[in-house]
């Protein structure tokens, strides 16, 4: 079982930005999904477990920034310029396979408890 431990999230003004960080207790390929009322689980973000392969969403892709920090195992999501569609439950995910980042909610193998994202217009 891996554990993961969020970070809270928060409430902010469109245009401004948070940082979502999630702490694993090993080194895997780990992401970030979002779960916007009315809406299916979305794909946000991940990265491999080297560092060196990331994907985004699309309407993410330049606002979004994912990250880690492999000597603490821990993943961070940078959102910058955020937009009211933003809001959302967030999920810390980890992945045991290998390769690319995978983008199906079935290839992520463990979830975390989520955090609340608010943007207000």
């Known amino acids: 079982q891996v554990q993961l431990v969020e970070s809270e999230g928060g409430l902010v003004q469109t245009g401004g930005s948070l940082r979502l960080s999630c702490a694993a207790d090993?080194?895997?390929?780990?992401g970030w999904w979002r779960l916007r009322p009315g809406k299916d689980r979305e794909f946000v973000a991940g990265v491999r477990w080297s560092g060196y392969d990331a994907a985004y969403m699309d309407s993410v892709r330049g606002r979004f920034t994912i990250s880690r920090d492999n000597a603490n195992n821990t993943v961070y999501l940078q959102m910058n310029n955020l937009k009211p569609e933003d809001t959302a439950v967030y999920y810390c995910?980890?992945?045991?396979?290998?390769?690319?980042?995978?983008?199906?909610?079935?290839?992520?193998?463990?979830w975390g408890q989520g955090t609340r994202v608010t943007v207000t217009s």
């Open positions: 995910t980890v992945t045991l396979r290998m390769g690319a980042v995978p983008t199906a909610p079935s290839q992520w193998d463990y």
């Open positions: 090993g080194r895997y390929t780990m």
